[in-house]
Structure formats: structure tokens, C-alpha cells
């Protein structure tokens, strides 16, 4: 059975940092693209950062230069480090398996403001 559990959001002041993580339980993990998603009060879920299981990764052109996504395969963790963070950035974060489309953990809400 396959466990997402988030976890590093919280208040913080615009320009500010966030360290995210995302343990995750199930042999997919290792071969298997994993994706940020965050979901703002009234609006769709978004995805906002990927990273194959060779490395790569992809953002969305909003976080783009500011979010940095790593994994950590024999520890079956993916990290998402936000800087310069912005009110706009205020959600709840979530991690998936990309495009596999496992059941969501319970996310961790990030708030941006003064």
C-alpha cells in the first residue's frame, strides 16, 4: 500500500524560505517521476515541481528559479526547497508519483504573508 506523508510547511514572511518533504512507502518510488502539487483556497490543484528518477527536473514557470525539487532514492524521500517565497505561493503542498495517480496524503499547508 502506497503512503504519502508530507510534511515541513508553515508560516512564513514574503522572501522567506520552506523546506518541504515527502516520505513516501512502496517499491515505485525508486523508478518512478514524483511531483509537488499545491492547491490554493478556490482553485484547481496544480502541479508545481517534477523530477524523474534519473534527476531531472521540470517546474512550472511560477516557481521557476525560486523552487528546487530533490529526491533521495535510498531513502525514499523527495524535498522541495522554496525560496523567495511570495503570498501567492500560499497553499496546501502535496507529493505524488507522477502520472500515476496514487491516493493523496493529507498535504502541508504553507501560508506566505506579513
Given at each position: 500500500?502506497?503512503?504519502?506523508?508530507?510534511?515541513?510547511?508553515?508560516?512564513?514572511?514574503?522572501?522567506?524560505?520552506?523546506?518541504?518533504?515527502?516520505?513516501?512507502?512502496?517499491?515505485?518510488?525508486?523508478?518512478?517521476?514524483?511531483?509537488?502539487?499545491?492547491?490554493?483556497?478556490?482553485?484547481?490543484?496544480?502541479v508545481?515541481?517534477?523530477?524523474?528518477?534519473?534527476?531531472?527536473?521540470?517546474?512550472?514557470?511560477?516557481?521557476?528559479?525560486?523552487?528546487?525539487?530533490?529526491?533521495?532514492?535510498?531513502?525514499?524521500?523527495?524535498?522541495?526547497?522554496?525560496?523567495?517565497?511570495?503570498?501567492?505561493?500560499?497553499?496546501?503542498?502535496?507529493?505524488?508519483?507522477?502520472?500515476?495517480?496514487?491516493?493523496?496524503?493529507?498535504?502541508?499547508?504553507?501560508t506566505?504573508?506579513?
Amino acid at each position: 500500500q502506497v503512503q504519502l506523508v508530507e510534511s515541513g510547511g508553515g508560516l512564513v514572511q514574503p522572501g522567506g524560505s520552506l523546506r518541504l518533504s515527502c516520505a513516501a512507502s512502496g517499491s515505485f518510488f525508486s523508478s518512478n517521476a514524483m511531483g509537488w502539487y499545491r492547491q490554493a483556497p478556490g482553485k484547481q490543484r496544480e502541479v508545481v515541481a517534477v523530477i524523474t528518477s534519473g534527476g531531472v527536473t521540470h517546474y512550472a514557470d511560477s516557481v521557476k528559479g525560486r523552487f528546487t525539487i530533490s529526491r533521495d532514492n535510498a531513502k525514499n524521500t523527495v524535498h522541495l526547497q522554496m525560496n523567495s517565497l511570495k503570498p501567492e505561493d500560499t497553499a496546501v503542498y502535496y507529493c505524488n508519483a507522477y502520472g500515476l495517480g496514487f491516493s493523496w496524503g493529507q498535504g502541508t499547508q504553507v501560508t506566505v504573508s506579513s
